[in-house]
């Protein structure tokens, strides 16, 4: 594949779950922003208001194979201290999935129940 329809598909999910997260809080295109192929870092940019309250840091990963501990410790290498990475995978023909720390997740549930 080249290059350039690689980025294309990282970046068709990136935008897919910036707008997953718009749909869900009631944050602007300001406060969750996806950021350019190639840029270091976080794959969605929060605000501090939707930083504070998510409190998770994204990297979108879109291939046909995934290495999901190298990718998971990507996105743990680009997360802030005070938010929980998230690693948001999309294998072609098949739905996205997101990966979490398990101990995050068990939170999560507690949380909601």
Not at 78 to 95: A, G, M
């Amino acid at each position: 594949m080249k290059t350039q329809s690689a980025k294309a598909k990282g970046r068709k999910l990136q935008q897919w779950f910036r707008d997953q997260i718009l749909e869900l809080f009631p944050f602007s295109h300001e406060d969750v922003r996806s950021t350019s192929m190639g840029a270091g870092g976080e794959d969605i940019l929060f605000s501090q208001l939707a930083g504070d309250k998510l409190k998770v840091s994204v990297e979108c990963k879109s291939r046909e194979s995934m290495a999901v501990y190298a990718f998971y410790s990507q996105a743990s290498d680009n997360c802030p201290e005070d938010r929980e990475p998230v690693l948001v995978i999309k294998q072609n023909k098949s739905q996205p999935l997101v990966v979490v720390d398990a101990v995050y997740y068990l939170q999560l549930l507690e949380r909601s129940a």
